[in-house]
Every structure is written in C-alpha cells, then in structure tokens.
C-alpha cells in the first residue's frame, strides 16, 4: 500500500466518524473532508433539506457520485456520511482505492451520542435501530473494525494512526 492513499473512516451514525476523522488528519498532517460537509457545500443545501426535496434516493445519487469523485483523490481523511459504504459498489470503490476503518459502537451509545441533535439527520426520525441491525452485515464486511463505544477519540484515532503506518510499509 502507497501512503497517499485516502484513509476513509465510516460506520453508522454515533459512532465518532467526524470526531476521530479530524484527530487523525491533525495528527498526520493530512487535509481533512468530511463528505456530508462536502455535498452540503457543493449542492448548496442542508442535509434535511436534500432529502426532503429530492428524497432518500435522491441524496444517495449525489453520495454515489462523491464517492466515486474521492476515491479518485489522495492524501486525504474522509469521514464518510454513515450510509455511504453500506452500498456495496461504494464499499468496493473505497476498499480499492483507500485504508477503509469501520467504526461501530453499542446502540446504547449511539442513542446517547445523538441526542443532542437529532434534526440534523432525518434518518433517526425512524427506527433508527433496525437500519443499524439491517446495515450490520455491510458494515461487518469491512476488515477493519473499531469499537468506539468506551475508548475516547484520541486513543481510537492514535490506534487508526498506527495501523495505518503498519498497512503503508
Ligand atoms: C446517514 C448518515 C448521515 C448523513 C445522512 C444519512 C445515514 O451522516 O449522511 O443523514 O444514512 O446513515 P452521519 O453518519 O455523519 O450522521
């Protein structure tokens, strides 16, 4: 593996994407995208508001062709939005391009972690628990997976760090 590669981090929402995507950029030096920021910036409108306009499958257009857009870059951190690898053409781009880390954690943290804000995701106005056991087997198909749910961001993103440099030699 080349060290230019993107290292893109993923998993559901709550699990720390964001967060720990920007510990690892700072501590490698390496610019920072997260890809929600990114189709926000470039489609002029908010995540909420995509998806009421142009709904669900609407959003994941733009998504598709965003990962396909990153996937062609290197040298970046890349905190995906949370159903971005769960299609499998996505996952598949980003696994041959990238160093992909899956990060999970417990429902029980999760629904801590997102209390806060819930209107910024439309997609935990529903049964935001049974998308997660749905997408289960998706995410569990990533070969690195990191449990966030009782370790802080900086130990996680130091232990991305390290595995990474053992994945470039
Ligand atoms: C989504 C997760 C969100 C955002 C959109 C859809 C999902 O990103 O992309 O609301 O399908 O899981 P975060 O995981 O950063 O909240």
Known sequence: MTNDRNIV???????????????????LQRPYLDTDAEIVSRVGMSIPEIFARQGEAGFRHIERRMCRFLASQGGYVISTGGGMLVDEGNRDVMLA??????????????????????????????????LLEKR??????????????????????????????????
Not at 11 to 25: E, H, N, W, Y
Not at 112 to 125: M, V
Not at 145 to 168: F, G, H, K, M, N
Request: hydrophobic letters at 40%.
């Open 9 to 27: 981090i993923t998993g559901f929402m709550g699990t720390g994407k964001s967060t720990i995507g920007r510990l690892v950029a700072e501590r």
């Open 97 to 130: 391009s990238g160093f992909v880390v899956c990060l999970t954690a417990s429902p029980e943290v999760i629904a801590k972690r997102l209390l806060g804000d819930p209107e910024d995701r439309p997609l935990l106005q529903g049964d935001w628990r049974g």
């Open 136 to 169: 289960r087997p998706a995410y569990e198909s990533i070969p690195v997976q990191i449990d966030t749910s009782t370790r802080t961001p900086d130990e996680i993103a130091e232990e991305i760090v390290s595995l990474w440099q053992a994945a470039s030699v």
